[in-house]
């Protein structure tokens, strides 16, 4: 068997499905639907399927399945106009308008393999990509023209094109007929959160992204969807472009604001919504607290992509009962686990984020690969059809690199079994995944980060917390207060005392306006670390600086 020394761990992400019973053991509540074909092509019959339908909502503009089924073809027609040939990568400087999403279902159009740049990604891991990949046209959401303007004047030199609102005859554009996409091809290359160092890029064929399609319509209810999605980091998008292929309705928020997500609730009727993060569950849970509203027909409410205080979690089921779903998945293994509504219902698995999905295998080994009963705490590895194929790897040199990432940059490291996430935790002795934090953010103390987290957050006057070790070998927690309170660090170690021992106790407690965070959405503790340089001495407490909240 593969040991846990043997690969490289890789970046976990927040998105969503449910984990296995035992030390080592695969999901059994079912099959996953068959995946026929690619998604792009589930994608494009969704849509037209829609017709006059509504497919795709953000703020005023509403489109049709008519209108996005056309724009994408008429998209598909200028990228052709622009030297792309079918089978070509193209990649898009993606962002939140609806020209972003149609920019995909263009690339599907023409079985282009699609090379997601997120907001959030460092400008200079954009350039290093695109120099790369050489792709033969840049796709730029309106969001991100400055950013396109400065790759073009660093000495990129493929042609921008830039997706302006407008829309085309609702009769598509005559396009060369196209083969079949191929299961086994280069579908998607996204991006690793960076959680443990560089990002890394992420390759999906089209067999693992149909893959990925038939496990949420597994978890997510039957045909069609009506999905309200918060912003957020590539998940909402993809869960945006999946409700569209069930024959649904996306609906895009503006922002994820408590009170414009209620808004849409009631306004657009949605019967799906992912809010986010457990911060954006907490705001809702609170909103709806003091302004006694309700979540009117929604059916199902998913959150994920950061650890969830179990009391807190506690209290919002008891407001919104048969409603909650907690996602956890990875950029590398795409959704592993849920915490069904079901689930939600027994306080003792509050803690956990739930049993793998059909077909997700997942197992916890200790470094050497052996796999370890249920209780003991090591790495969760991961097995399903979902998987990545591999890494994307770059010429030493950028100046000879073809067009085609499928075949002229490597993929390596490829994972057709079992795949390390990196992420520490335990399974019980009915499958249900409990975890404690990353590996990598282990303690000095041996504890890991998010037991303690857990208890913090408990404290009345903490929205959010995140604990991290000091050059030092000491340990400090950053806390997000609540408007009007101050937490001091007597009162979070008495909250400690309760579970934890006092050499797992944080020594410095350092107060943000809000954590940074990786291009993820995740706490950046290497830059609270960089904000922990200058603080006061043991025991101290200092005020950071407020750092930048980001989707």
């Not at 846990?4 to 053991?25: F, K, L, M, N, Q």
């Not at 650890?307 to 909650?324: C, N």
């Not at 770059?394 to 990196?422: K, L, N, Q, Y």
Request: charged share 20%; proline share 10%; hydrophobic share 40%.
């Amino acid at each position: 068997m593969t040991s846990g020394r043997d690969r490289p761990t890789v970046d976990t992400e927040g998105i969503g499905a449910s984990v296995g019973g035992g030390s080592e053991a695969r999901a059994s509540a079912g099959r996953v639907p068959r995946a026929d074909g690619s998604f792009g092509e589930a994608l494009l019959a969704g849509v037209r399927a829609a017709g006059a339908q509504e497919v795709l909502v953000r703020g005023t503009r509403r489109l049709t399945g008519a209108q996005v089924h056309a724009a994408a073809h008429a998209l598909a027609a200028r990228l052709i106009d622009h030297g792309v040939r079918p089978g070509d990568t193209v990649a898009c400087l993606y962002g939140p308008h609806l020209e972003s999403t149609i920019s995909r279902l263009a690339a599907y159009v023409l079985n282009c393999p699609f090379v997601y740049l997120l907001p959030r990604m460092p400008f200079e891991d954009v350039d290093r990509v695109l120099r790369g990949l050489r792709v033969p046209v840049l796709m730029v959401d309106p969001t991100r023209r400055r950013q396109a303007e400065a790759l073009t004047a660093g000495g990129f030199g493929s042609p921008c094109l830039h997706l302006e609102p407008w829309l085309p005859d609702e009769r598509p554009p005559r396009l060369p007929p196209l083969e079949a996409a191929r299961p086994e091809a280069l579908a998607s290359v996204l991006f690793s959160s960076g959680t443990t160092g560089d990002i890394k890029a992420i390759t999906y064929s089209n067999q693992s992204e149909a893959a990925q399609f038939a496990t949420a319509r597994g978890a997510y209810g039957p045909s069609p969807w009506r999905f309200l999605v918060a912003p957020g980091p590539f998940l909402p998008d993809l869960m945006a472009q999946w409700a569209m292929a069930t024959g649904g309705t996306a609906i895009l928020a503006e922002d994820k604001n408590a009170a414009t997500m209620v808004d849409l609730i009631h306004r657009e009727r949605p019967r799906q919504c992912e809010i986010g993060r457990p911060v954006e569950l907490y705001a809702l849970a609170d909103h709806l607290a003091v302004t006694g509203s309700d979540l009117g027909e929604l059916r199902l409410l998913l959150y994920g992509g950061t650890p969830v205080v179990p009391a807190r979690l506690a209290a919002i089921v008891e407001r919104l009962p048969g409603l909650l779903m907690q996602n956890y998945g990875s950029s590398e293994a795409a959704l592993i686990a849920t915490l069904s509504p079901a689930d939600h219902r027994r306080r003792e698995l509050l803690g956990s984020v739930g049993r793998p999905v059909p077909d997700m295998e997942a197992k916890i080994c200790d470094p050497d690969g052996t796999v370890l009963p249920p209780g003991r705490i090591g790495q969760l590895w991961v097995r399903s059809a979902q998987n990545m194929d591999g890494y994307l790897t770059f010429p030493a040199g950028t100046s000879s690199a073809p067009v085609d990432a499928g075949r002229a940059c490597g993929v390596t490291h490829r994972w057709p079994e079992w795949i390390p996430t990196g992420d520490a935790g335990h399974l019980d002795d009915d499958g249900y995944l409990f975890l404690v934090g990353r590996l990598a953010d282990r303690l000095p103390s041996g504890a890991y980060p998010q037991p303690l987290e857990n208890s913090i957050g408990e404290h009345p006057a903490v929205i959010e917390a995140a604990v991290y070790a000091l050059p030092d070998g000491s340990t400090a927690v950053a806390v997000v207060p609540r408007p009007g309170h101050t937490p001091n660090l007597a009162d979070l170690r008495r909250l400690l005392h309760r579970s934890h021992p006092p050499r797992t106790h944080p020594r410095h407690l350092q107060l943000v306006d809000a954590l940074p965070r990786t291009p993820a959405g995740k706490p950046d503790r290497v830059a609270l670390r960089q904000l922990n340089a200058i603080r006061t001495p043991t025991g101290g407490t200092t005020r950071g600086t407020p750092a930048a909240e980001g989707d």
